[in-house]
T-cell receptor, first 114, second 117 residues
Framework: DAMVIQNPRYQVTQFGKPVTLSCSQT?????MYWYQQKSSQAPKLLFH???????NEADTPDNFQSRRPNTSFCFLDIRSPGLGDAAMYLC?????????????FGPGTRLTVL | DQQVKQNSPSLSVQEGRISILNCDYT??????FLWYKKYPAEGPTFLIS?????DKNEDGRFTVFLNKSAKHLSLHIVPSQPGDSAVYFC????????????????FGQGTILTVHP
């Protein structure tokens, strides 16, 4: 049974048109993460939530926002997608957010920007 | 500045032989290292990890070696099986991270392993 679910799996949007990616988890984990992975590159952390405490990485563009309305759900909002935002977006969770905690990943959403 | 590097984009191995995947890091503050495996159309899944207080950790066919002085780790798969064909990511973190770090993983670019029957 899927533990970290991402919807949609594939998203196509137009340049500048806002888009929202969704992540949900059945693990009841405290921490949720969003990573961006461009082709042949390392996944890169955008931000994470510890419960409702939001933490932005220093180099995450302002164009990216996130919401976590409850423990189970987390959303990634891209306010004005550019061509350079085309990537795989991975959601992950961990129980306590300690470094040794295993992170559980969803299957990802592949975003295409036309 | 890429703090975790996997310099081999791909590796091809015959079934039954050993696969060795390599990873280098630059940040000496990292003290916990992980390998994740990713099949197409799936998210990365945790494979094996090692703390910096150890130099070796073994789990079945998978062994991770850590050389702290060289800031290098490697994953050995013996014997390799066709089902091991996947992308392998090396990642590093701080084991006692809390506060704003909350287990942040720094990943390498990945190595595509192909195991031929």
């Amino acid at each position: 049974d899927a533990m970290v679910i991402q919807n949609p799996r594939y998203q196509v949007t137009q340049f500048g048109k806002p888009v929202t990616l969704s992540c949900s988890q059945t693990l009841n984990h405290n921490v949720m993460y969003w990573y961006q992975q461009k082709s042949s590159q390392a996944p890169k952390l955008l931000f994470h939530y510890y419960d409702k405490d939001f933490n932005n990485e220093a180099d995450t563009p302002d164009n990216f926002q996130s919401r976590r309305p409850n423990t189970s759900f987390c959303f990634l909002d891209i306010r004005s997608p550019g061509l350079g935002d085309a990537a795989m977006y991975l959601c992950a969770t961990s129980r306590h957010g300690q470094g040794a905690d295993t992170q559980y990943f969803g299957p990802g959403t592949r975003l295409t920007v036309l | 500045d890429q703090q975790v590097k996997q310099n081999s984009p791909s590796l091809s191995v015959q079934e039954g032989r050993i696969s060795i995947l390599n990873c280098d890091y630059t940040n000496s503050m990292f003290d916990y290292f992980l390998w994740y495996k990713k099949y197409p159309a799936e998210g990365p899944t945790f494979l094996i990890s090692i703390s910096s207080i150890k130099d070796k950790n073994e789990d079945g066919r998978f062994t991770v070696f850590l050389n702290k002085s060289a800031k290098h780790l490697s994953l050995h798969i013996v014997p390799s099986q066709p089902g091991d064909s996947a992308v392998y990511f090396c990642a590093a973190t701080y084991s006692n991270a809390g506060g704003t770090s909350y287990g942040k993983l720094t990943f390498g670019q990945g190595t595509i392993l192909t195991v031929h029957p």
